[in-house]
């Protein structure tokens, strides 16, 4: 059968979670076995591909033609984008020389919004394959930051003449994929809905957490950002004995303005969201980590000082919610060899005191802030969400288990564990007095970074 056989021949992947990091540039080659790199994902070993479809954020379309395998180079391309005006011109015209390179431009009519999502959906004469990931389509993002992304199996065709609802998942990801798709009302989304019916997704054992840009009440409240997570968590996990104690761990990249001080959003409405197992009436106060790159993690990362420059939180938010800092942890990923990768990846998750256990994951391309995972208004009568976003929950309901056990060590990868491959370490370290949360339009010119510069922002 062709999953057998793609299965058989493509690189030994962990498919108990299908959830991978990026290879990074300059690593022991053990931390980049089981990681995978953008042409390792459009590769033949995972599908003869027909057409495809990339949603996200910020593009370079030159180099993403490359990274398709040369016979693939010519297939059709759909790009969900969310630029306007001048910007949405400049994207055109990059893609002047490659006419298989179409766009779709998916509305923001509310300030602030942007399309965060980043999504493959690729078509192959074998069948159908969705990656939701945190990764831009610019060389950037794929050299020298700690990325992640969730790989669906391959899904084959449904028999003709089956009904639309055929081949729905136990965690109803094909529903979900499809509102979140029509949710564009974009005409050049149709065909790929239609598509997407006509497969069988019942072997996905994810649940889908989208934004999509409205002011919602009623019913409508729980289908996107955190009312939704809030949602999946209350039906889909249990109640645990000391609950109180697991902490919920945050990992970001950016940082919007939460108010002045906790209670506006993050302690309120955020963090009844994450504290959320089941259906017990408890509100505990568990311990909660954010974990953001500090300073001296972007100074020694890597790439340096430009590390930063996909760590757009601004002096101007920062400075606003000096609150928030105590809450920060530093980037430390000595498990995956990332310590020095800064983090483009954002992940969510509630782990044991012991942090040996989660109790749910989450992978998504949505930042700490309201844009993007909804704030409630009107006497919390509505919610407002400005942002497209994409992520994938793990329950551990969907396999079969009480808990993921976490694996302490994820690399190299080795069939042998059930554990979770959470990519940094545990538990998440303190910022120490002196350490301050990085902020990417203010100088740093004390002390050198890895390549010997220092970063004085035009
Ligand atoms: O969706 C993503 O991945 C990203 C979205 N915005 C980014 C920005 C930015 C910040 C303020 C205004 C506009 C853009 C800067 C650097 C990296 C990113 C980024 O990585």
Known sequence: ESEDFFESCTPRLDDTYRFYLNKVTGLDREYNSGALHIRDLLSPLFGTLKESVQFNYCF?????????????????????????????????????????VRFCQAKLDIAFGTHHTKMMLLWYEEGFRVI???SNLIRADWYQKTQGMWMSPLFPRLPEGSRPSAGESPTFFKRDLLEYLASYRAPELEEWIQRIKEHDLSETRVYLVASTPGRYVGPDMERWGHLRLRKLLHEHTNPIPGEERWPVIGQFSSIGSMGADKTKWLAGEFQRTLTTLGKSS?????PIHLLYPSVEDVRLSLEGFPAGGSLPYSIQTAQKQLWLHSYFHRWKADRSGRSHAMPHIKTYMRVSPDFTQLAWFLITSANLSKAAWGALEKNNSQVMVRSYELGVLYVPSAFDMK????????????????????????????????????IWNISYSQEPDTHGNIWVPS
């Open 132 to 134: 939701i990931l945190t």
């Open 403 to 438: 808990t993921f056990p976490i694996d302490e060590t994820p690399f190299p990868v080795s069939s042998s564990t059930s554990g979770f491959p959470v990519p940094f370490d545990l538990p998440p370290t303190s910022y120490s007095p002196k350490d301050q949360p990085w």
């Open 282 to 286: 408890l509100h505990p106060s568990p």
């Open 60 to 100: 370079d379309i030159a180099w993403m033609v490359k990274q398709f395998p040369p016979e693939f180079r010519d297939r059709p391309v759909l790009i969900i984008h969310g630029d306007k005006r001048e910007a949405k011109a400049r994207l055109l015209q990059q893609a002047q020389p490659f006419p298989h």
